[in-house]
């Protein structure tokens, strides 16, 4: 086969599927602009990124066409999860979400329904049949390989078949050097994104926003200056610790500044040793001898972090008042409550969950905001677990699902926790749906509780706890003929069975939060807690029938009888508190409540990144 003949049977499907590759673009969600008006550096990418992988297409199959068909069906995949990821979640198919892939394969519930079993069965069988026809009915460009080196060929082929082969890599190489080429020509001038998903898809154009933010992810986010703890660790040093630390930086800064350099997952395990270090050098050096009470009876705290945890009375007005007496009660008693702005829509925990235990607003994160524990090692901080302990708390993370999940394994420990209890620690648990219960979680806090009181001078506890129960797929679950009258004064439209399950799981988590807060004021020692959701759940056929929530979640934080009676006339004013605040590198102000101090009963909505500061607040400990 002559360069020409070779050339000519692989131009046709490159440019085909080039220019199918830009019009697939156009069903994608929110759909970009004009490939004309994105900039030469979004269409250098999408030509270098279809040319690269056509050339490994036909490494793969020797075969153009075919290797054309599977990257325009996985360009579809793509463009379909994202689709459906913006429908359900408000944001597209984003670089970090590769690693779902791998995720579905070892979590199958928590993400293959979103995509549908069907459809992914479909899916499957589909790109089988047409493995199948592709390979029967368009020929290899050249032998197989292996039929030389195994001596099935004459003897007077192998010179022939050699150069043959030699001909058909370099013209493939050929294809991955080009792309490459014009990938590293665009990398000289990159567009600037603005890290909202859609508006950058919008603008950039689906492969090359994809692009951004993988190049993106090699930056270390500069959050040092604007981590609250880091700060406060600064501020509380003792003299002890000021004459230890020799070149006039904190130890918690020392370890944590530098993390995160170079590349990325190999740098988390050395990142969470720093910091943990950190940690222990504030603590043993302080002595734990700060106390803003003035005792040395450091109140027990725990923070309830509550899966898909929203009022829905605030969105759907037969919902019964009733379903959350709990909540209402202790929030009538609570030091502080409000809506909390999180940083995720229906799902991505995580977002939430690093925001309230660093303090860090994930504006500052740049693409490390949509999952901050894919690269943790580059945006490493002291946190509320770190603080803690530096006052001499022992820190517990308790999680009723599988430790490594999102490398919560290497993270929560990173995050300046001394124990972190995923699903192994609730061998026998009580299960409501699929998942571990709200109510389970609930006695493991009482038996931790339990646990340290029966040590005599025990150090103080720090429970962060996150549950599981109400994890979706709601539309998985089962719900009974005429359930919905126990949780709804009316009957509800059709095709909104998913809410009749999230109102049961809410009231679970209701009693949860009666049971902690009776297991704290059992204890003979101050004790206090905080309650937030991460994330409004995951219902689009119930929001289009009856209306959507507006994204935030609610929260309060409440003192035990011990604990209010210790901090009765103690809490920071508004001078102060706004103080603090503007020390912190945080907002000052309402968004909407009604005053800027801590005073007991106070109504304020906060950004999910200022709740830990504001809960240390009301329990009197800052």
């Known amino acids: 086969m002559s360069n020409t003949s070779l050339l000519s049977s692989l131009w046709a499907p490159w440019l085909l599927g080039l220019v199918l590759s830009f019009a697939m673009e156009w069903v994608a969600l929110p759909r970009p602009v004009n490939p004309i008006i994105r900039g030469w550096q979004a269409l250098l990418v999408h030509v270098g990124l279809w040319t690269a992988f056509f050339g490994l297409m036909l490494l793969v199959f020797q075969r153009p066409w075919f290797g054309a068909i599977n990257l325009l069906a996985f360009l579809f995949l793509l463009i379909e999860i994202g689709n459906i990821k913006w429908v359900m979640l408000r944001e597209p198919f984003i670089y970090p979400d590769f690693e779902y892939f791998t995720d579905t394969i070892k979590y199958p519930r928590l993400y293959l329904p979103f995509f549908g079993v069907r459809n992914a069965v479909l899916a499957t069988l589909g790109y089988g049949l047409a493995l199948a026809v592709g390979l029967y009915f368009e020929p290899a460009l050249n032998l197989s390989a292996v039929a030389w080196v195994t001596g099935i060929l004459p003897e007077a082929w192998k010179v022939s078949w050699l150069g043959r082969v030699l001909q058909l890599l370099v013209v493939m190489a050929g294809f991955v050097a080009v792309g490459a080429a014009l990938l590293a020509a665009a990398g000289r001038a990159p567009l600037p994104v603005s890290f909202n998903a859609g508006q950058d898809q919008r603008k950039l154009g689906f492969l090359y926003f994809l692009w951004r933010y993988r190049q993106e992810e090699s930056v270390r986010p500069p959050v040092d200056e604007y981590a609250p703890f880091r700060k406060l660790l600064n501020a509380t040093e003792t003299k002890e610790i000021k004459a230890s630390k020799g070149a006039g930086r904190d130890p918690a800064a020392a370890a944590v500044t530098g993390v995160g350099e170079g590349s990325s997952t190999h740098h988390l395990e050395r990142a969470t040793v720093q910091v943990v270090d950190a940690a222990n050098h504030v603590a043993n050096a302080s002595g734990g001898v700060r106390m803003p009470l003035g005792s040395t009876d450091r109140p027990d705290l725990v923070m309830l972090q509550c899966e898909s945890f929203f009022d829905l009375r605030r969105t759907f007005s037969t919902a019964k008042p009733e379903l959350l007496s709990a909540f209402d009660a202790l929030r009538g008693q609570a030091q502080g409550q409000g809506r909390l702005h999180v940083p995720a829509w229906g799902a991505n925990t995580v977002?939430?969950?690093?925001?309230?235990?660093?303090?860090?607003?994930?504006?500052?994160?740049?693409?490390?905001?949509?999952?901050?524990?894919?690269?943790?090692?580059?945006?490493?901080?002291?946190?509320?677990?770190?603080?803690?302990?530096?006052?001499?708390?022992?820190?517990?993370?308790?999680?009723?699902?599988?430790?490594?999940?999102?490398?919560?394994?290497?993270?929560?420990?990173?995050?300046?926790?001394?124990?972190?209890?995923?699903?192994?620690?609730?061998?026998?648990?009580?299960?409501?749906?699929?998942?571990?219960?709200?109510?389970?979680?609930?006695?493991?806090?009482?038996?931790?509780?339990?646990?340290?009181?029966?040590?005599?001078?025990?150090?103080?506890?720090?429970?962060?706890?996150?549950?599981?129960?109400?994890?979706?797929?709601?539309?998985?679950?089962?719900?009974?003929?005429?359930?919905?009258?126990?949780?709804?004064?009316?009957?509800?439209?059709?095709?909104?069975?998913?809410?009749?399950?999230?109102?049961?799981?809410?009231?679970?988590?209701?009693?949860?939060?009666?049971?902690?807060?009776?297991?704290?004021?059992?204890?003979?020692?101050?004790?206090?807690?905080?309650?937030?959701?991460?994330?409004?759940?995951?219902?689009?056929?119930?929001?289009?029938?009856?209306?959507?929530?507006?994204?935030?979640?609610?929260?309060?934080?409440?003192?035990n009888q011990s604990l209010r009676a210790s901090v009765s006339g103690r809490l920071q004013g508004v001078k102060q508190g706004a103080e603090l605040e503007s020390e912190l590198g945080m907002e000052s102000g309402v968004r909407q409540g009604q005053g800027q101090g801590q005073e007991q009963g106070q109504t304020r909505d906060l950004p999910a990144h200022e709740l830990s500061v504001a809960f240390l607040k009301g329990m009197g400990l800052l």
């Open 351 to 559: 977002r939430t969950e690093y925001a309230v235990i660093s303090g860090v607003d994930p504006a500052r994160l740049g693409v490390h905001r949509y999952n901050p524990y894919r690269r943790y090692a580059r945006h490493a901080v002291p946190t509320i677990a770190t603080y803690l302990r530096s006052l001499g708390y022992k820190t517990v993370c308790v999680h009723p699902y599988v430790a490594e999940f999102y490398r919560r394994t290497l993270t929560i420990p990173g995050m300046g926790f001394d124990v972190f209890l995923g699903q192994e620690a609730f061998p026998d648990a009580k299960r409501f749906g699929p998942y571990i219960s709200d109510e389970a979680v609930a006695d493991k806090i009482a038996a931790l509780l339990g646990e340290a009181r029966d040590d005599d001078g025990r150090q103080p506890l720090f429970i962060y706890a996150i549950t599981m129960e109400n994890h979706g797929p709601l539309d998985w679950e089962t719900v009974a003929d005429g359930e919905q009258q126990h949780y709804f004064t009316e009957p509800l439209p059709s095709g909104c069975d998913d809410v009749v399950a999230y109102a049961r799981h809410i009231v679970n988590a209701d009693r949860m939060m009666q049971s902690v807060s009776a297991t704290l004021d059992s204890l003979d020692r101050p004790g206090g807690m905080c309650v937030f959701g991460d994330h409004v759940p995951i219902m689009p056929a119930v929001y289009a029938s009856m209306g959507e929530p507006d994204g935030t979640t609610d929260y309060f934080y409440w003192a």
